[in-house]
């Protein structure tokens, strides 16, 4: 069982930049793979971004490749999304997510574990 919070969202201005962050219970976190979704207002929830559990891979959607970077810190049981060159179109709620395997995916149906989400709002 792991349990998901997400830090509080924010408020920021298009091109700012916010850093989410994830903080995992249970002492098998290094063995999840870790993702990121959103979701916006009347819209399905969309993947963003997952890491494996050692850190060595990433997997981005394409509309977020080359402004977000997704890290972990299994020391501290933490995962991270550090968004920059943020979009209007980037404002929803994001959520974290934990994945009891090995390989990434992009499927939300993939993931057990949920956070309660977190607003990210970005202004034009």
Do not use: H
Not at 38 to 44: S, V
Not at 51 to 72: E, N, Q
Not at 75 to 88: D, E, F, I, R, T
């Amino acid at each position: 069982q792991v349990q998901l919070v997400e830090s509080e969202g924010g408020l920021v201005q298009a091109g700012g930049s916010l850093r989410l962050s994830c903080a995992a219970s249970g002492r098998t976190f290094s063995s999840y793979v870790m993702g990121w979704f959103r979701q916006a207002p009347g819209k399905e929830r969309e993947f963003v971004a997952a890491i494996s559990w050692s850190g060595s891979s990433t997997l981005y959607a394409d509309s977020v490749k080359g402004r977000f970077t997704i890290s972990r810190d299994n020391a501290k049981n933490m995962v991270y999304l550090q968004m920059n060159s943020l979009k209007p179109e980037d404002t929803a709620v994001y959520f974290c997510a934990a994945r009891p395997a090995v390989g990434i995916s992009v499927r939300q149906y993939d993931y057990a574990y949920w956070g309660q989400g977190t607003q990210v709002t970005v202004s034009s």
